[in-house]
T-cell receptor, first 115, second 113 residues
Framework: EADIYQTPRYLVIGTGKKITLECSQT?????MYWYQQDPGMELHLIHY???????EKGDLSSESTVSRIRTEHFPLTLESARPSHTSQYLC??????????????FGAGTRLSVL | QQQVKQSPQSLIVQKGGISIINCAYE??????FPWYQQFPGKGPALLIA?????SEKKEGRFTISFNKSAKQFSLHIMDSQPGDSATYFC????????????FGKGTKLSVIP
């Protein structure tokens, strides 16, 4: 069982609001990721981090931003939510040694609806 | 440009049957090929993974077959059960410090009694 937590699980919010999606892991992993996924569809990498103070944009362009001030915490922020941001956001982490270092562990996701 | 192509998009199998999902990749730098299983309302969870130094890996009812020359790999689920009904994602990644994964579009598997 992976120890990676996302809050909130569901969020319904109006257009223009600022939101922060939380992601925390207790495994001491150095690498963390944010994916965007429409229900049952493919996963698109939108941000990743290889350690504290390291953040990079992923393959899918996103208006969101991320920060990595602590190893265990990787929040995602939308400054002004729009209906086009409606989706599921999945956080993942990886680390460890040897062959385990490739394994990405996922949180349960945050389903965001912007009205 | 999609680097990992997965098929079929959906699959219906009778209980006890064999489920087969196929993936093809383009980037020859990929050296890690995991399969993830996702149930509704949950995040994906690693099911089984293979590296290109072997052609097959089996864990219980789940087997990955890997064809390096064809740049293809597949998941076989033997004796499929209704509890196997989920969305399955293949992925590919490369080491050398990157560890990012490129995912296929997913296959929704339904195992009917």
């Amino acid at each position: 069982e992976a120890d990676i937590y996302q809050t909130p699980r569901y969020l319904v919010i109006g257009t223009g609001k600022k939101i922060t999606l939380e992601c925390s892991q207790t495994m001491g992993h150095d690498k963390m990721y944010w994916y965007q996924q429409d229900p049952g569809m493919e996963l698109h990498l939108i941000h990743y981090s290889y350690g504290v103070n390291s953040t990079e944009k992923g393959d899918l362009s996103s208006e969101s931003t991320v920060s990595r001030i602590r190893t265990e915490h990787f929040p995602l922020t939308l400054e002004s939510a729009r209906p086009s941001h409606t989706s599921q956001y999945l956080c993942a982490s990886s680390g460890g040694t040897n062959r385990a270092k490739n394994i990405q562990y996922f949180g349960a996701g945050t389903r965001l609806s912007v009205l | 440009q999609q680097q990992v192509k997965q098929s079929p998009q959906s699959l219906i199998v009778q209980k006890g049957g064999i489920s087969i999902i196929n993936c093809a990749y383009e980037n020859t730098a990929f050296d890690y090929f995991p399969w993830y299983q996702q149930f509704p309302g949950k995040g994906p969870a690693l099911l089984i993974a293979i590296r290109p130094d072997v052609s097959e890996k089996k864990e219980g009812r789940f087997t990955i077959s890997f064809n390096k020359s064809a740049k293809q790999f597949s998941l076989h689920i033997m004796d499929s059960q209704p509890g196997d009904s989920a969305t399955y994602f293949c992925a590919a990644g490369s080491g050398a410090g990157s560890y990012q994964l490129t995912f296929g579009k997913g296959t929704k598997l339904s195992v009917i009694p």
